[in-house]
């Protein structure tokens, strides 16, 4: 079987009839050791949800002060543990100090960078070292004025002090936002003009194969950017904190600029962790919608760290001994929950890599889980296709038969990459969790338990504890099983988003109200005859490239910012690597000739407004667009000739049939 062997997407998917089960040895071992132990207490958990969360919150967490109320939901707003009091930091970090984990390693970070035959650079920060580190440099921020509720960006690469960053943030109760390392300037500034922050962290520059990404120099230029009204988006900056890692000359200018290893040398490694409201605001996420707007994410204190710290225990089965590693980037919500908030909470070890996964050579990553002794790792199925073409020889050259568990993350996972992984690289040995969950939800929401769920490739399977996910009509009636329809949760859960950033009626209407007092994930899926969950992907214009979520609406406003452009449209195919691939359909304005230059143009334009990873794969020029007599652009068709596959469906509502012709000779 080969990746290319059929197309990702629900055409392999619903072919795939296997079933994994758990092996004993795995189970007997594991946190829950049976699927009757799961069911028992998924029904207790949501018969009884205030008990079953109550009790999870006391066992898991230090808290301060008890709460009052478990929940308080007056839809669409919830309120979790209400009345307590905790500190995130507190709970990765102190609370191990004066325990046999205080000299365990939280942190392994191996840098990108190789000479030939040298190994890349090493840094391990025990619970103890990074919690003196996280107390130093969350001295460093009250010094450059950082107060409670005061909004952090932070913009750098995956480094330990990416985490050291996020965790003096939550000691002082600053609210961090991170952004992901490939957005541009302009993303850097639109983030920090929605949530008025007032200090940036950032680095001179980071490793990305072996080349170097200017952090520093695009904040520079997020902090010049001005509004249409000529006001200056990032205004609210006073002071930007300067990482010295890749030695890449950077211009500082006195009184904002600092370096963090001078103003580290400044401080005392004394620093209490602030008393927060479960409530308080603890993060803000920016991620893609349906418009042309990022949405910020808000992710609250103490029912967030309960999720991230319950799902990394019980999904991932942690254990003490683990060495523990997800690749993911912490300027996504995957690198928060599953790289620092939950492996931390429970005492672990996380590994941190910088860079790309084929530098210098495709085994890097088994490499690494060679010398390090992985035991789970967690990746991305996007990840899992590439190691796929570049051959099964790379992971063959290497032991990896310290892995005990595989994890999957952000899109659906073909069966055929399912089983690659399973044999190549788990050694048929290892259970994979295939977790389906969204920046809004917190944590993993869809999931098997290792020890517990048989699970089938292609499935994410059955609902977390707490979780009550449904499959519903246009109606939002329930539908049969084996029927595809609109996934939605019924019921609040601890670690939901609480909000978008300054936009409550946005948040009603995005969430709320599809499904009347449900949550809406804007995911298509079907529930199988034993109640498995197979996630189809997104229903709404929200595309998932490489594992990254992308709104079509964003490429097409950066697209039409160029002066040429009149109209776009912007539409995913399946593509085997990335799973979806981006397709723009552009119209110029009169006069301009779609000469093949402008295709590159249009897509520099794109990495300028987003970042290098909004860029689109395919750009065609055409003369129209498919649109409903209201003018309404007939998205189902485009995606149709991005595809290249035959026009399906209902055509009569289409205004112009002349167009479809025109659109599908149009040239690549
Ligand atoms: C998709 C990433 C199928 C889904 C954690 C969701 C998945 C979006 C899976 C959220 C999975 C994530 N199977 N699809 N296991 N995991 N998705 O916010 O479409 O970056 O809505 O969060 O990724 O992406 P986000």
């Not at 710290?309 to 919500?333: I, P, Q």
Request: net charge positive.
């Amino acid at each position: 079987m080969t990746a290319k062997a059929k197309p990702a997407g629900i055409t392999s998917l619903q072919q795939e009839g296997r079933v994994f089960k758990p092996s004993k040895e795995f189970s007997k071992g594991a946190h829950i050791k049976s699927l009757a132990h799961y069911k028992k207490l998924y029904s207790e958990s949501v018969k009884s949800p205030d008990k079953f969360w109550a009790k999870q919150a006391a066992n898991e967490l230090v808290w301060f002060k008890p709460w009052k109320t478990v929940c308080q939901w007056k839809e669409p707003v919830a309120k979790w543990f209400v009345g307590g009091q905790l500190n995130v930091s507190h709970n990765c970090l102190d609370r191990w100090l004066n325990t046999p984990h205080a000299n365990k390693a939280a942190l392994i970070w191996e840098g990108e960078p190789e000479a030939p035959g040298k190994a890349g650079e090493v840094r391990t920060l025990t619970y103890k070292q990074l919690h003196r580190e996280v107390c130093l440099f969350a001295n460093v921020l009250k010094r450059n004025g950082i107060k409670r509720g005061d909004r952090v960006m932070i913009y750098l690469p995956m480094l330990a002090e990416a985490a050291v960053a996020m965790l003096a943030c939550t000691r002082i109760g600053a609210v961090h936002s991170v952004v992901f390392g490939g957005f541009s300037a302009q993303s850097v500034a639109d983030r920090i003009f929605d949530c008025q922050a007032k200090l940036v962290i950032t680095a001179d520059g980071g490793f990305r194969r072996g080349s170097v990404v200017p952090l520093k120099r695009n904040v520079d230029e997020a902090l010049t950017l001005k509004d249409s009204q000529g006001d200056r988006l990032a205004k609210t900056i006073e002071k930007v904190i300067v990482l010295r890692r890749a030695g890449n000359e950077v211009a500082i200018e006195e009184g904002r600029d600092v370096w963090w290893h001078q103003e580290m040398e400044c401080v005392d490694a004394q620093c209490v962790a602030e008393k927060m409201d479960s409530e308080a605001p603890l993060f803000i996420l920016y991620t893609s919608g349906s418009t042309g707007k990022p949405k910020g994410i808000l992710h609250t204190t103490g029912g967030y760290l309960l999720g991230a710290k319950m799902t990394s225990k019980y999904v991932f089965d942690l254990r003490d001994e683990d060495v523990y590693w997800c690749t993911a980037d912490v300027g996504w919500v995957t690198g928060h929950s599953y790289v620092v908030y939950g492996p931390l909470a429970n005492g672990a070890t996380s590994l941190i890599y910088e860079g790309a996964p084929n530098f210098p050579e495709p085994d890097r990553f088994w490499r690494i889980v060679e010398k390090y002794g992985v035991t789970i790792l967690y990746t991305a199925p996007t990840a899992i296709r590439a190691f796929m073409k570049w051959g099964v020889e790379w992971p063959k050259k290497h032991d990896l038969r310290s892995l005990r568990l595989l994890g999957s993350v952000g899109e659906p996972i073909n069966p055929e990459a399912w089983l690659w992984y399973h044999e190549n690289i788990g050694g048929k040995r290892c259970p994979i969790v295939d977790t389906w969950w969204q920046t809004e939800t917190g944590g993993i929401m869809i999931t098997p338990l290792p020890g517990a769920t048989p699970t089938k490739p292609g499935s994410a399977t059955l609902p977390f504890f707490g979780i009550v996910p449904e499959v519903v009509d246009e109606a939002g009636k329930p539908v049969p099983r084996n029927t595809g329809g609109k996934l939605i949760v019924r019921k609040p859960w601890p670690f939901m988003l609480r909000g978008l950033w300054g936009d409550p009626q946005r948040y009603k209407e995005v969430y709320w109200s599809e499904v009347k007092g449900c949550y809406f994930t804007g995911d298509g899926c079907r529930q199988d005859k034993d109640g498995y969950f197979w996630i189809v992907g997104r229903i709404d214009d929200v595309l998932n490239v490489a594992g990254h979520r992308i709104g079509t609406a964003e490429v097409e406003s950066a697209i039409v910012s160029n002066p040429k452009v009149a109209e776009a449209a912007v539409v995913g195919r399946p593509d085997d690597l990335k799973g979806q691939a981006l397709v723009a359909f552009v119209i110029l304005k009169t006069g301009v000739k779609p000469e093949p230059a402008l295709r590159e143009e249009i897509r520099q334009q794109v990495a300028k407004e987003i970042g290098p990873v909004a860029k689109p794969d395919d750009i065609r020029f055409v003369e129209a667009l498919p649109k409903t007599r209201s003018g309404k652009i007939m998205r189902r068709l485009l995606k149709q000739i991005a595809a290249g596959v035959e026009i399906k469906g209902d055509t009569t509502t289409l205004e112009d049939i002349n167009v479809l012709a025109k659109l599908s000779q149009a040239e690549e």
